[in-house]
C-alpha cells in the first residue's frame, strides 16, 4: 500500500534528478538511476536509449555541456505499490517540455527507470476528439 511518506520519497527522488541535472553532476545522477532493473530514457528529439550505459553515457554526454536551466514544475506523483511515475513540465528560458519521470523501489529506495521528455504544446491542448461507438 502506498503511503504519504512514499510520495515524498518519490517526489524527493524527482527533485534530485532536477538538482543533478542543474550542477551538471553526472555522478549524483548515476546515482539516482536503478541498476537491477532494465532502464530507458527519451531525451527530446533522439530515438529511445534501452539499457544503463547508454542512458547514463548520454546524461554524461550532455551534462558536460551547458545544459539549459530546468525547473520542474507542477509534478504529479502516482504511485502503485513498487512503481511510481511523476508528470511534470520542465520549464526553461524560451520553452518547455511535458515530462515522465518512472521510478520502481529496488532495494527498499525509489529509483528511476525512465524519463522521457517532449516539447509542450504552446497554446491550449487540441479538441478532444468525439468517440466512435463500434458494434
Do not use: K
Not at 550532455?62 to 502516482?78: G, K, Y
Amino acid at each position: 500500500m502506498a503511503t504519504a511518506s512514499d510520495e515524498r520519497e518519490v517526489l524527493e527522488v524527482n527533485t534530485a534528478f532536477y538538482a543533478a541535472f542543474a550542477a551538471r553532476d553526472a555522478d549524483a545522477m548515476d546515482a539516482l538511476w536503478a541498476r537491477e532493473v532494465d532502464v530507458a530514457c527519451v531525451h527530446p528529439g533522439w530515438d529511445a536509449l534501452r539499457g544503463r550505459d547508454p542512458v547514463m553515457a548520454s546524461f554524461r554526454a550532455i551534462l558536460q555541456h551547458d545544459p539549459p536551466a530546468i525547473a520542474c514544475r507542477d509534478p504529479s506523483v502516482h504511485l502503485y505499490g513498487e512503481v511510481a511515475f511523476v508528470v511534470c513540465t520542465e520549464a526553461f528560458p524560451g520553452g518547455s517540455l511535458v515530462a515522465t519521470n518512472v521510478f520502481v523501489r529496488e532495494r527498499g529506495r525509489f529509483r528511476l527507470i525512465h524519463h522521457q521528455a517532449s516539447p509542450a504544446p504552446r497554446s491550449s491542448p487540441p479538441p478532444v476528439l468525439p468517440r466512435r461507438d463500434v458494434n
